[in-house]
């Protein structure tokens, strides 16, 4: 292949906002139901679509010029900038201290965890809500900077319906679910050996990896609220400290956790989840990118970043246009795909000279997941985002079966958390974007003895 090369599209990125702004612009729709494959099957599949296996080493956007690491120099069209995220980690360059952000950091873990008795894990998002309750043959200190789990998520509400799930056998795994995700081939050298990330691991990332410690039966996990790390120790560092503690009663450790309330915990290594922190890097430098607060490229309505023809979707990108009121930007799969989908088609409509309206799926927010082996639905301002105090709560819990949360304003609903097989997502989505008065059915609205869906068919 030539070195240089000119294109109509040059999408960067190899996750789901990549993938599926790259299967789109290739003018073939997949359903969100694919494995994890080789690229190769991408290129199988779109004929004018060739993947290349390497990092960006330049951008000059005023030139419509990008150039790989390989040696490639591409002058495009238009150009989607999908590079997601990388996790803010507590601490660089320390072995003791491990982030999981993609397949090559999850196959460290699993590795690294056969051989551990105790590990600590900081955060309280995704990835550590899905951990913790995993993990097994291992104790688990969890260590989360607010009043409850999973703050990101959902209310102190859910979270006390969740905690005793951390206690229980865990319950009969359901059957493997499937996402998209393509892989490059390894002959390019891993992302491990090189340090460059691969691309984020979705909501299934521990399906068919085994996340087992050293001990026949689980040690369970210890919670620790309201607290974050203030300092980690080797085990030479910890034993000449001054610290004032009985250091022979923590035992010996390959590692030491100090946390802000004083506390200190002993461990093998500990899990660094701690959210994460927009890819940009690689493109900055010589170039003029509007960045949002959060370190995002700002993008406009058509997913149009400040530079001409540069488009950016899914982590990577901070959605800059006024939002719907029943919408939030967070960096979660199913907002990728949504962006990567729309920025394509924003492109392709930008070259045809097509008009093109902000897609429907940013009208409401909608995230589907499992935490704790249970089904997690989440709609529009599920936890009252931005409302203050103009709003009310109607919540209905079964222990250990269903925990359901109805965000009202004005006696209309404006957000939802269902938790458990509720079967009501449908029902909800539909009030929350039709906007009915409910004043008029008040607490009756989550009676369980009512059939709540025929009643708004």
């Known amino acids: 292949m030539a070195s240089d090369k000119q294109v109509t599209f040059v999408i960067v990125g190899g996750g789901i906002a990549g993938v599926t702004c790259a299967e789109q612009v290739s003018k073939t729709l997949e359903e969100f139901d694919v494995e994890e494959q080789p690229s190769s099957v991408l290129e199988e599949k779109y004929p004018n679509l060739k993947v290349i296996q390497s990092a960006v080493k330049l ?7 990008l150039q790989a690491e390989n040696g490639q120099t591409f002058h495009y069209k238009k150009l989607c900038i999908c590079s997601g995220a990388r996790p803010k980690l507590l601490t660089q360059d320390n072995p003791h201290v491990l982030g999981i952000r993609d397949t090559d950091s999850a196959q460290e873990f699993q590795k690294r965890l056969s051989k551990a008795k105790r590990i600590v894990v900081i955060g309280n998002g995704g990835i550590a809500l899905e951990l913790v309750y995993e993990v097994e043959g291992c104790e688990v200190i969890w260590a989360v900077k607010d009043r409850a789990i999973g703050n990101t998520f959902f209310d102190a509400g859910a979270a006390q319906f969740l905690i005793p ?70 085990q030479q560092e910890f034993l000449q400290s001054q610290l004032d503690t009985n250091k022979s009663e923590l035992g010996l450790w390959p590692a030491y956790v100090q946390l802000t309330n004083g506390k200190i ?77 729309y920025a394509a088609r924003c492109m392709a409509a930008d070259v045809l000279e097509e008009p093109i309206e902000l897609d429907f799926c940013f009208e409401l927010f909608s995230h589907i997941t499992k935490f704790f082996n249970y089904k997690v639905v989440l709609l529009g301002k599920f936890n009252a985002q931005g409302l203050g105090q103009d709003h009310e709560l109607l919540v209905r819990c079964t222990k250990g079966q269903e925990y359901v949360k109805v965000v009202l304003t004005g006696g209309r609903m404006v957000g939802a958390v269902l938790i458990g097989e509720t079967d009501l997502e449908e029902t909800f989505e539909n009030l929350i974007l039709n906007q009915m008065d409910l004043s008029r059915y008040g607490e009756e609205l989550l009676n369980p003895n009512i059939d709540i869906e025929d009643y708004f068919d």
């Open 59 to 65: 951008l000059r956007a005023k030139e419509h010029l």
């Open 265 to 341: 915990y002993g461990c093998d290594f500990v899990v660094s989840a701690t959210g994460v922190v927009p890819n940009t890097d690689p493109f900055l430098s010589g170039n003029n990118f509007e960045l949002a607060g959060d370190h995002g490229l700002r993008v406009d309505d058509h997913m149009r970043t400040s530079e001409q023809d540069v488009y950016a979707a899914g982590d990577v990108c901070t959605a800059g246009w006024e939002p719907s009121a029943l919408w939030q930007q967070m960096r979660l799969w199913t907002q990728a795909r949504q962006m990567g989908w």
């Open 165 to 234: 799930s951390l206690e229980v056998d865990k319950k009969e795994r359901s059957l493997p679910c499937k996402r998209a995700r393509y892989t490059t081939d390894k002959t390019g050298g891993q992302s491990g050996a090189t340090g460059e990330l691969g691309s984020a691991l979705g909501p299934d990332w521990h399906e068919g990896i085994e996340l087992r410690g050293t001990e026949q039966n689980s040690s369970g996990v210890h919670i620790e609220y309201e607290c974050e790390v203030d300092k980690i120790y080797t």
